[in-house]
């Protein structure tokens, strides 16, 4: 097993008296899949925003490649390499398709100089590519505004990772996608390169199993497992986690397991 490109090490956020992430330590390795799932609330979201600090820890210490990270501002995280989609949609919606994978490429030339012609032909060419990676090659001059709710999330994707991040963070990105959208995805993540350390918040379990490679369980804030998907799919706690909340149907969804019954 390589080294954990990112490291949790009992992390917490509270609100008032709610634990929203409550002493969470996860070891995410270099190269790996890791999906995070769990019922609404359990913290996910908000574990996302201490990884990229866009909302500081209460406790706890996140470590990125072996540096601890935990004190550093949103943009110098994002500087090491974290990159992520947001629950809730962040692209320019004026803007075309082209425009705003354009504007994330071109970030890693820094804002200290003019881009020069030969800086601004290699981002071109990258957002082409990465507009064809996630299937969006005709929409290119199409504004994000007239883009399907699928198309945008595959937008927000390609944005992620034109700032070519060595962790990439998404959250819930096959909501709202066909399932021909969500395998498309699927692929496309399990096709980027190992130095490419993927986290994914996903309710869709068709999409988290058939990519994942390690999962962790949150519920109330809490690590209820992590373990191979077999492993979680397998777990006892975990279908009660999931089926004490109503959304049992999120496992009993699934071709696999058929063992489970519903009472
Ligand atoms: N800024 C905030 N202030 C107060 N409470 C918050 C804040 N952000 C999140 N919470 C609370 O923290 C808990 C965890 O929220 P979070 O959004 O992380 O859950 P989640 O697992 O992402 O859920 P979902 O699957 O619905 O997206 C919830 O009870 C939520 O209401
Ligand atoms: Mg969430």
Do not use: W
Not at 92 to 100: A, D, K, W
Not at 168 to 191: I, T
């Amino acid at each position: 097993m390589s080294a954990p490109l990112l490291s949790l090490s009992g992390i917490s956020r509270h609100f008032g008296a709610l634990k929203a992430v409550d002493d969470v330590s996860i070891d995410v390795p270099t190269g790996a899949r890791h999906a995070l799932i769990g019922p609404n609330g359990a913290g996910k979201s908000t574990l996302f925003r201490l990884v990229t600090g866009s909302m500081p820890v209460s406790s706890g210490t996140v470590t990125l490649g072996g540096s601890d990270i935990t004190r550093l501002p949103e943009f110098r995280r994002a500087r090491r390499g974290i990159s992520q989609t947001l629950q809730h949609s962040s692209l320019f919606l004026s803007q075309t398709v082209q425009q705003n994978v354009l504007l994330a490429a071109q970030r890693q030339y820094g804002t200290r100089h003019a881009i020069v012609p030969r800086e601004q032909a290699a981002a071109r060419e990258r957002a082409r590519a990465l507009l064809a990676d996630v299937g969006l090659e005709g929409r290119a001059g199409t504004p994000v505004s007239a883009l399907s709710h699928g198309e945008r999330r595959q937008l927000e994707v390609a944005v992620a990772l034109a700032c070519q991040p060595r962790l990439l963070l998404l959250d819930e990105p096959a909501a709202g996608m066909s399932p021909a959208e969500s395998a498309r995805l699927v692929e496309l993540l399990k096709s980027l390169p190992e130095s490419v350390t993927v986290v994914i918040v996903e309710h869709d379990l068709e999409v988290v199993f058939a990519l994942a490679t390690s999962v962790t369980v949150l519920h109330l804030g809490r690590v209820l497992l992590t373990g191979s998907p077999d492993e979680v799919r397998a777990s006892a706690a975990v279908q009660e986690a999931y089926l004490g909340t109503g959304r049992g149907s999120l496992f009993l969804d699934m071709a696999e397991p058929a063992h489970l019954e519903v009472s």
